[in-house]
């Protein structure tokens, strides 16, 4: 008995021995041959190191006029963004703007309030060259850490007609994206100055279909996208993907206490977002009413909105201070709204097109004010849509010139454009 327990203890041990070097064979074996076919066997990235320095963000830079900002401008600094980790947006001067295209609608500070409040955009620039110079170009590299300078397809081109973005070309650090079909500056002050015109020559019996064909995008005089006057008129087509690709995608908690503001958001300017602003600091959630544009029209006149609701929606959803909103909210605000979007506070600012609405046998805010949830807010800016309308009417003759200049180089862009594909 004691022989044979001597024998399986002998032949176990003969077996983990001869495991021992099988696998070790094996290793040395498999070490040849990393050898001889010149791989090396490497440390993981230092990304992946724990207590090693991880890679810095990759930093794009955007520039551009951004006056009279729209959904347009929102869509590229969008696209910008997701082509590096973080946004710097360089904001044209006034007096370069001048020189290059003709005096802005809207000033700087105003340009500057609007760039910032875009959610994409983590740091502006202001007095931005129109043209990237060497010298800015080294200064964006060395003191921003920018990676890329990024522009859209279409061409960018200075009095001269050289290209602003030469030396970014140039230098192998430009990216481009794809630009916002159907909306442009040119295109908003157009809208403009064709009501200008239509109300000049006393064109009363037009201004519901005026009114209807700036918010759906259509001229009766049009051919191709141009009006007898020379004005573009939008093409602008709104799809489901974009307003996703705007969206927070974000629901309010069932506890949250949430913010209610409601108006038109016709062209989309600075005094919005700073209401929008002062609102989302009251509570956890800003749910923003936009109205129609049927009821634009009745509150505002025919003229009104020049901007479509789909637009609209678009430039509000854009700002970082908004967390969600009603495409085509109603002008009253009722029990069961209040209810269904578990509304805790109605707010409205001073400043607004038409603050006669308490004098009104049907207050828009009577509901919310006989619960006691409704507040008014000081407006910090005194700006609204037709401030910014009568800054276009003031100043008509020289944006005339300003878009006769602009439509030429747009009209050759819309004949030669190719596809683009974006995200």
Request: hydrophobic share 40%; glycine share 6%.
């Given at each position: 008995?004691g022989?044979?327990n ?19 064979g ?9 050898f001889?076919?010149g ?14 320095k991880?890679r ?23 696209q ?10 360089g ?50 590299f060395?003191?921003?850490d ?25 230098a192998?650090?430009?990216?481009q ?16 100055l064709l ?17 209807r ?25 709104p ?36 209401i929008?602003?002062?609102a ?25 909105p ?34 269904t979007?578990?509304i ?13 609405f ?8 009577a ?7 409704y ?49």
């Open positions: 008995m022989s044979r001597a024998l399986i203890e002998e032949l176990t041990r003969s077996s983990n021995l001869f495991f021992a070097f099988f696998v070790g094996l290793v040395l074996v498999a070490s040849v041959i990393v001889h076919l791989f090396a066997i490497t440390p993981p990235p230092a990304i992946w190191r724990r207590g090693r991880k810095r963000p990759v930093r794009v830079y955007m520039d551009g006029c951004f006056d009279m900002m729209h959904y347009g401008h929102c869509n590229a600094l969008r910008a963004r997701a082509l590096g980790d973080e946004l710097v947006v904001v044209v001067s006034d007096d370069e703007i001048t020189a290059n295209k003709g005096p802005p609608v809207t000033p700087l500070h105003e340009r500057m309030i609007m760039v910032a409040a875009v959610k994409w955009v983590d740091e502006v620039i202001p007095d931005a060259p129109y043209a990237i110079t060497e010298e800015f170009m080294k200064k964006l060395t003191e921003y920018i990676d890329y300078i990024i522009h859209g397809d279409d061409p960018c081109l200075l009095p001269d007609g050289t290209d602003a973005y030469a030396l970014a070309k140039k192998g650090r430009y990216k994206i794809k630009r916002t079909e159907g909306v442009s500056s040119t295109d908003i002050v157009g809208r403009m009501c200008v015109r239509e109300r000049s020559i006393g064109d009363s019996h037009n201004h519901s279909t005026l009114q064909q700036f918010s759906h995008g259509h001229d009766q005089k049009v051919d191709d996208g141009v009006s007898a006057t020379g004005t573009r008129i939008s093409h602008f087509l799809t489901s993907r974009r307003i996703v690709q705007f969206s927070n995608g974000k629901a309010a908690s069932p506890d949250a206490y949430i913010v209610y503001i409601d108006g038109a958001f016709d062209l989309f300017h600075a005094g919005h977002v700073e929008l602003r002062i989302r600091e009251l509570g956890d959630f800003l749910l923003v009413g936009i109205h129609t544009d049927q009821t634009v029209s009745a509150t505002r006149g025919a003229h009104r020049i901007m479509s609701l789909h637009e609209r929606s678009l430039s509000v959803l854009a700002c970082r201070y908004v967390d969600e909103v009603i495409i085509g909210a109603p002008r009253e605000v009722s029990k069961d709204m209040i209810t979007f578990n805790s506070l109605v707010v409205h600012g001073t400043v607004a097109e038409n603050m006669d308490l004098k009104e046998d049907l207050n828009p805010f509901v919310p004010m006989a619960m006691g949830i507040q008014q807010l000081k407006s910090p800016l005194d700006i609204t849509t037709s401030t910014i309308i009568r800054r276009i009417v003031e100043n008509h003759e020289a944006y005339q010139k300003r878009n006769e200049k602009k439509e030429a180089s747009e009209r050759k862009y819309y004949e030669n454009k190719s596809y683009v594909s974006a995200d």
